[in-house]
């Protein structure tokens, strides 16, 4: 496979004289292979305790809603929130994910509540403030920096004023092994991008639309997340 860094630095297809090289197409046959032999670094079922912590805190707020899950996977956190009584879409690009979604939350009570639907987070199909709650559990640290814009473009606005987004990423403390070094905060490797955060970047990237409420840092030995609470701002608080 052709290295994407050697790819990513240059800006236009006239300045190398051929198409850029994505790396999406190549990520998108890793995550296939990742749910076609089961072999992945996140676990199939059972929420995340930031995750549970959240939904038990907004349950007093609210105790129904829509709620959308980016990523989900073969969605452990959407049957969460289903389960709980809220109205929930899982949204996944990879179809075999989806199949065992479905076949995870089985006919029970949360069933009646989810829906898992393929699409990719840069056309989400849906109005403008249709959800309480966006939830992106993995699934922003696999887009290049360069297309933030592009996912917030998409993000943003299916999520209502004054509605929650709950992210968790990469910290820049997390590694695959424990003697990895890297020079940037993302990388490539074994077909997919990997993007690492810094506590300071949400504010930046995502304070004009919302309103950072927590960061919380997660460190087990090599594992290194950011949990990130935001709300976004009513229209005219903008800053
Ligand atoms: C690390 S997994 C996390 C899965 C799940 N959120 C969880 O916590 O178990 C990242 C997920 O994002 C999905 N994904 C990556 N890029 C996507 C895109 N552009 N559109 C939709 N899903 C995407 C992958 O298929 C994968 O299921």
Known sequence: ?????????????????????????????????AYRTGEHGWPVEGASLPVSRFVTRFKKERSAGRVLDIGCGEGRHSALFAREGYRTVGLDYQPLALERARRISGNGSARANLRFMLGDVFHLPFR??????????????????????????????????????????????FKHHPDEKRKRDWMVHNGHYDRFFRKGDFKSIFGRDFEVLNVEEERQSTYAFFHVLMRKKEKGTRS
């Open 1 to 33: 496979m052709i290295a994407f860094s050697k790819y990513d630095r240059l800006k236009t297809p006239q300045q190398i004289g051929r198409p850029i090289v994505s790396i999406y197409p190549s990520q998108k046959k890793y995550f296939e292979e």
């Open 128 to 173: 403008p403030g249709t959800f309480d709650v966006v939830l992106d559990y993995g699934c922003l640290h696999h887009i290049r920096r360069r297309d933030t814009h592009a996912y917030l473009e998409n993000v943003g606005p299916v999520l209502k004023p004054g509605g929650y987004f709950l992210l968790s990423c990469f910290s820049t403390h």
